[in-house]
């Protein structure tokens, strides 16, 4: 009778409060911006991550089903929450409606409204264990056909013979289109089958290196799952992910972000790949077995992946890699000699357990070439595997007693008999605040080539640090985010030929006066030594500076309609070093989207301005594309960014994508360097993507 009770005194404010969600688009745009603010590159993709937001949104979860697992898969729940939902179910049994998520203790408006698109309450459960037969008969086909390009000139391109081109590594050998082609059948997340195709600008296409096989890059795959003790079989390109990231992770994890929670890692132990990323994967064969509370995962990998072979010249057969190559960029003569020059293999097994509200796992790891791998020997590196072979253990578990979400990993090389342990906490203080707690120490030989652990550098080694964050909702309206991460690396690095220390610090306070509009303001400043510029005379080790980064963001979103939504923002960026002038930049950016639900056309455009002293102070922003191309530009110099993206949808099952965008440089008569020189003020980009899907 309470419960009843309850969805009568929640349902009125609820209807109110939720009743038009968050859009997914802005939601899943918030979380791709994250990842790319994180990582400052602007070669992403993040197929897969947007790929699973798309699927929970065109099948939202049940949250009456017996397995809330995919709950993970979205990452925007803590494991508390989630928790939290089961306790109530087991004590109240199935959810009546949505409203009654209200009643939950670590629950708010702002959680449930960002879920909205992705959930429902449903009495007819979905089914846990789907045939294959079903599968193939209930399925749908996606083809997918995109060009882009960058029209300018640039020499790298120009056209001379082709005997040239195969003398001279300053030309490259193909044109300057992109090309990409993607087909793939599927069924809801139980079946996947399909082949993708990638021509990067500069390699050949259907001539030369490329005459038989066409596209330079291709991946393929077919994976299943559904069966109950059969739990995910995948052939072909396929990712694996292990505890929290320690020992293995193939794939894009969250890091250090404004979601100051979300420090956790959720691991899917397998899922196909269909990003077009030519390294970080697994080609082979890979299944996953389960039995009650056990699951067993066994997988197995052999790829080509490029490098560069030295041979030795007082012994003819002995030969050597000296660097791994991960362009993934054939295009010159010199790239193509490192092509598939090294065989990569990979088998490994991963087995769980999980009861209630604990589950934990060991994972084994082994990693061979067929050639010795020795790096050139530097003092940053000297601790790096050098080798043929390297064989790496785990350790991980998660578990939630009551309020509080421990988690952790343990990890070892043999190469070095190093370690990396990670150790984390997520306490849900009440509905309104949420505090997380992480320390981290990677040692300084430790190293995997595929791991993806939170930490301060791009790997997970010769790291140690301790990070802080915590979330408070005031109220509806107001939510504060701020975290602390204070690191260190005990041994040499990459331009810093010290051991050095440095700390990290953001606070973001967001305004939401009404549905539809927000306002956040954001500081955060980050401390690394670095090696000062310029050297010193008459010293052997060059001595290191604090380096001191701070950047400034004020957001303005609003919807002006159902259908039109503008996103003002302008960003400030310093950095200090006593080596050296201090430098800054400044971006502003005006983005109106127009998504009218009655028109088959969407319109997606910016216009921008920027200005900043050097390339030190660029600024990443994110930027709206065609589905699936991950656009992050870095805006550096002084001048002005426009674009815009057009989507129409016609005969129900095709949709096209055109986009134009442009930079036009103030203060530059040449844009780009050596091969990608361009001649003038100006850069333009091209996209033209094809869907037809059935």
Not at 284 to 305: H, P
Not at 640 to 646: E, G, W
Request: glycine share 6%; charged share 25%; proline share 2%.
């Amino acid at each position: 009778m309470n419960r009843y009770l309850l969805l009568i005194a929640f349902g009125s404010c609820f209807l109110v409060n939720i009743a038009l969600a968050q859009d997914k688009s802005r939601i899943v745009q918030q979380r791709i911006e994250f990842i790319s603010e994180q990582l400052e590159t602007e070669q992403l993709d993040l197929t897969n991550l947007l790929e699973q937001l798309n699927y929970y949104f065109d099948h939202p979860i049940n949250l009456n089903d017996e397995n809330l697992d995919a709950l993970e898969d979205l990452g925007l729940l803590t494991e508390i929450q989630i928790n939290d939902l089961k306790l109530h179910r087991k004590q109240f049994g199935k959810l009546i409606s949505i409203y009654e998520l209200q009643a939950l203790r670590y629950w708010d408006l702002e959680t449930i409204e960002m879920l909205r698109p992705f959930i429902r309450v449903d009495d007819r459960l979905d089914q846990l264990h789907v045939s294959l037969k079903e599968a193939l008969k209930f399925g749908k086909t996606e083809f997918y056909l995109r060009y882009q390009r960058t029209p300018e000139s640039r020499p790298g391109y120009e056209s001379v013979a082709d005997s040239l081109k195969l003398l001279d590594s300053k030309y490259y050998r193909g044109n300057a289109d992109r090309y990409y082609s993607r087909a793939r059948f599927s069924y809801r997340n139980n079946l996947s089958i399909g082949v993708t195709a990638e021509k990067d600008p500069g390699e050949e296409f259907f001539k030369g290196s490329q005459a038989k096989s066409g596209f330079d890059f291709y991946s393929a795959h077919a994976y299943y799952a559904g069966g109950k003790y059969l739990k995910a079989v995948a052939l072909g390109d396929y990712q694996v992910q292990i505890g929290q990231g320690l020992n293995f992770w193939s794939g894009y994890a969250f890091g250090k972000t404004a979601d100051v929670t979300n420090i956790k890692k959720n691991a899917r132990a397998l899922k196909p790949y269909t990003s077009v990323d030519e390294n970080r994967f697994l080609r082979g064969a890979a299944v996953d077995l389960g039995y009650k509370g056990f699951e067993l995962t066994l997988f197995a990998s052999q790829k080509k992946v490029d490098a560069a072979i030295i041979e030795d010249t007082l012994l003819e057969e002995l030969e050597f890699v000296s660097s791994i190559d991960l362009s993934g960029f054939h295009r010159t003569t010199s790239e193509l000699a490192k092509r598939d020059a090294l065989t990569e293999r990979i088998a490994g097994l991963n087995w769980r357990y999980r009861k209630g509200s604990f589950q934990g796992g060991v994972a084994g790891i082994y990693q061979g070439y067929n050639q010795d791998y020795s790096k050139s020997l530097q003092p940053y590196n000297q601790f790096d595997f050098r080798g043929k072979q390297l064989f790496s253990v785990s350790g991980d578990y998660s578990y939630v007693w009551r309020n509080f979400n421990f988690f952790g990993e343990l990890s070892r090389v043999n190469s070095s008999g190093d370690i990396a342990a990670l150790q984390g906490v997520i306490v849900a203080l009440d509905s309104r605040a949420t505090l997380s707690l992480l320390y981290r120490n990677y040692g300084k030989g430790y190293q995997t080539f595929y791991n993806n652990g939170f930490a301060e550098s791009s790997v997970t080694q010769n790291e140690s640090g301790f990070y802080a964050g915590l979330q408070t909702r005031l109220n509806s309206r107001w939510t504060i985010n701020t975290y602390i991460d204070f690191f260190s690396q005990p041994w040499l690095k990459y331009q810093v030929n010290q051991p050095a220390h440095g700390n990290e610090y953001l606070f973001q306070l967001s305004y939401k006066p009404a549905r539809g509009t927000e306002i956040y303001g954001r500081f955060r400043q980050q401390v690394k030594e670095k090696n000062i510029r310029g050297g010193v005379d008459d010293e052997s080790i060059t001595p290191i500076e604090a380096l001191t980064q701070r950047n400034y963001r004020l957001n303005f979103a609003h919807k002006l309609t159902e259908a039109v939504q503008i996103k003002s923002r302008i960003e400030y960026v310093t950095i200090d070093r006593p080596s050296a002038m201090s430098e800054q930049g400044v971006l502003f950016t005006q983005d109106v989207l127009i998504e009218p639900k009655s028109s088959p056309i969407r319109l997606a455009l910016r216009y921008a301005l920027f200005d900043t002293d050097s390339y030190d102070t660029r600024i990443y922003s994110f930027e709206n594309n065609a589905l699936y191309v991950f656009s992050v530009p870095a805006y550096y110099y002084q001048g002005s960014r426009a674009y815009i993206t057009l989507r129409y949808k016609f005969l129900r099952r095709c949709d096209l994508w055109v986009r134009y965008g442009t930079f036009l440089y103030a203060d530059r008569q040449s844009v780009g360097s050596g091969k990608e020189l361009i001649s003038g003020n100006r850069k333009t980009d091209i996209t033209v993507q094809f869907r037809l899907k059935f």
